[in-house]
């Protein structure tokens, strides 16, 4: 069974500075899917970035980038100029290419200080 | 304009007690997830349906039954709720027809106590 593992609860940054999360995976597929969600104090689920193991390069949306590396099993997230309304817990997770299964890391609380 | 909706978003109730938690979409997508969180452990898959007809257990199915009434309805029910079942519930949806990578989309969370 696949198993994703954040090894960070909590992690804390600056504003406009740059913060790393890490998200391990275990697999032995060769084509799957990559996510990261965001969770603000609302609750919602947010999609921030995605990734597909097929694609060497990697995924970036605005100020959040990963770092993906397939050999590795590690898909870290990178968040540029981090602002107050970045502060959220963020899962990683995984998805099969042949499924719709999303199987989550445990979370990492992320606070953003002034 | 919620595309996925929960009710209720907070209930507590007692052990033993019944209780369903209902999830609908406008999205008009055909897969329909439950999962549960808590803290420590992030969001585990309960049950999932690809279609009206197609039901199917997730990780941690046990103490839970779903129906899924139509395409845009799927709910969860405890049959008789107990103390560890206290959780946050999330229904997600996706589109089997999109090809971004089967995003799922979420609803608000169902934050349930059991006492």
């Not at chain 1, 890490?22 to 990261?36: A, G, H, P, V």
């Not at chain 1, 097929?54 to 968040?79: C, D, G, H, P, W």
């Not at chain 1, 963020?90 to 999303?102: K, N, Q, V």
């Amino acid at each position: 069974a696949q198993t994703v593992t954040q090894s960070q609860p909590e992690m804390s940054v600056q504003e406009a500075e740059t913060v790393t999360l890490s998200c391990t995976y275990d697999t032995s597929e060769s084509d799957y899917y990559l996510f990261w969600y965001k969770q603000p104090p609302s609750r919602q689920m947010i999609l921030v970035i995605r990734q597909e193991a097929y694609k060497q390069q990697n995924a970036t949306e605005n100020r959040f980038s990963v770092n993906f590396q397939k050999a590795a099993k590690s898909f870290s997230l990178k968040i540029s100029d981090s602002q107050l309304g970045d502060a959220a817990m963020y899962f990683c997770a995984y998805r099969e290419t042949s499924g719709s299964r999303l199987t989550f890391g445990e979370g990492t609380q992320l606070t953003v200080n002034p | 304009d919620a595309d996925v909706t929960q009710t209720p978003r907070n209930r507590i109730t007692k052990t033993g007690k019944r209780i369903m938690l209902e999830c609908s979409q406008t999205k008009g997508h055909d897969r329909m997830y439950w999962y549960r969180q808590d803290p420590g452990l992030g969001l585990r898959l309960i049950y999932y349906s690809f279609d009206v007809k197609d039901i199917n257990k997730g990780e941690i199915s046990d103490g839970y039954s779903v129906s899924r009434q139509a395409q845009a309805k799927f709910s969860l029910s405890l049959e008789s709720a107990i103390p560890n079942q206290t959780a946050l519930y999330f229904c997600a949806t996706s589109d089997r027809n999109r090809d971004l990578g089967d995003e799922q989309f979420f609803g608000p969370g169902t934050r349930l106590t059991v006492l």
